[in-house]
């Protein structure tokens, strides 16, 4: 069967379609017949060997993307949740990918059913980019109503989830973005506040924010702590060494800097996300579709950091 990965760390360029074994389920995975991917930043930061410190991977090739949705064409013998026909979308391990092929075997833990009302392909836009708003938002950041939060990236495949969250917990949003997407951003996300970066000085308001989460990960704790409330946290979805630093340094502190790290998903995760999307609370926003053979061209415009929301590569 087809796959699209790579035989050595590198560029994107690397890429390829690869013909390789069909995979076999254990007691507790499923089979996907995958209809669709989205592909992530974190994909390019692999296939450069970004993770190889982490992961120690050596074995070629490496199978691209963690976000898939599909069908199930075969279940494990202790798989009791799911059957053959479901259409359900997930995520792969996100250091170790394996999503970008034409069946792929996965866990019952890391799939859930496809929201009714939305398409195979906008299902794959979802999880990897859900899974960190949740961490980042909820879990480290424990947004609550009222919460003064500040979205950085925010028309990003993170920004756009992250903003939508934002609105469900009900907390007072500013977003930031550059002028061609501050429209967009005011009028399909009904967000008064938005500071276009390219003019505006994020750092010269006066206003204290009680969450900066920093989806883009330009910035850094000690640049916009000034602009943190007493008590307020700085998430950046960057893992370097800078913000690791900061995330020592502010154990003195009261204010708060985090790095969210999104390895997995989970089901009760994914559920979460079919419930916002059922009730019309999410959308998942795609920006492309690109085809399976002009992966190239999607991986390009990926890398070109001007996505807006979420680039999606049909399989079948
Ligand atoms: N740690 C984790 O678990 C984890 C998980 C997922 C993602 N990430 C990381 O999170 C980052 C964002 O991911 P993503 O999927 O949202 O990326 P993305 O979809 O490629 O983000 C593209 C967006 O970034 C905006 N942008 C570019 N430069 C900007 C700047 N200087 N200030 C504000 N916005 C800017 C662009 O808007 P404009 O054109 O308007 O500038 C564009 O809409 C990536 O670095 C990714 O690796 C980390």
């Known amino acids: 069967m087809k796959a699209l990965g790579y035989n050595t760390y590198g560029d994107i360029d690397n890429l390829e379609i ?35 410190p982490i992961t ?55 799939i859930s059913l496809v929201p009714k009302n939305i398409s195979l392909n906008e299902a794959a836009a979802i999880p990897q980019v859900g899974n960190t708003s949740l961490l980042a938002l909820r879990n480290i950041a424990s947004i609550r109503k009222g919460h003064k939060i500040l979205i950085n990236g925010a028309s990003g495949g993170v920004g756009t989830f992250a903003l939508q969250m934002a609105k469900i917990y009900e907390a007072d949003i500013t977003a930031v973005t550059s002028e061609r997407n501050s429209d967009w951003i005011k009028n399909d996300f009904k967000i008064n506040d938005v500071i276009d970066y390219t003019k505006d000085d994020i750092l010269s308001t006066d206003n204290k924010y009680d969450i900066i989460f920093d989806a883009n990960g330009n910035l850094s704790f000690p640049k916009v702590s000034k602009i943190l409330s007493a008590n307020g946290i700085y998430v950046s979805t960057k893992n370097n060494i800078y913000n690791n630093i900061d995330v020592a340094k502010q154990l003195f ?64």
């Open 18 to 52: 690869l013909e390789v074994k069909e995979p076999r389920i254990k007691k507790t995975e499923v089979i996907v017949k995958v209809a669709a991917i989205s592909i992530n930043p974190v994909d390019i930061k692999k296939m450069q060997g970004g993770f190889k």
């Open 56 to 110: 120690n991977i050596n074995k070629f090739p490496i199978t691209t993307a963690c976000d898939f949705s599909g069908e199930i064409t075969e279940i494990g013998r202790d798989v009791g949740a799911f059957k053959v026909g479901d259409k359900v979308f997930g995520m792969t391990d996100i250091l170790f990918g394996g999503s970008a092929a034409e069946k792929i075997r996965i866990s019952q833990k890391f």
């Open 253 to 316: 502190q009261r204010k708060k800097s985090r790095v969210v790290l999104s390895g997995r998903t989970s089901t009760a995760n994914l559920d979460l996300f079919r419930m916002w999307i059922e009730d019309g609370k999410i959308k998942p926003i795609i920006d492309k579709i690109f085809s399976f053979d002009k992966y190239l061209d999607a991986y390009k415009h990926l890398s070109s950091g001007r996505a807006r929301g979420k680039i999606i590569l049909t399989i079948d």
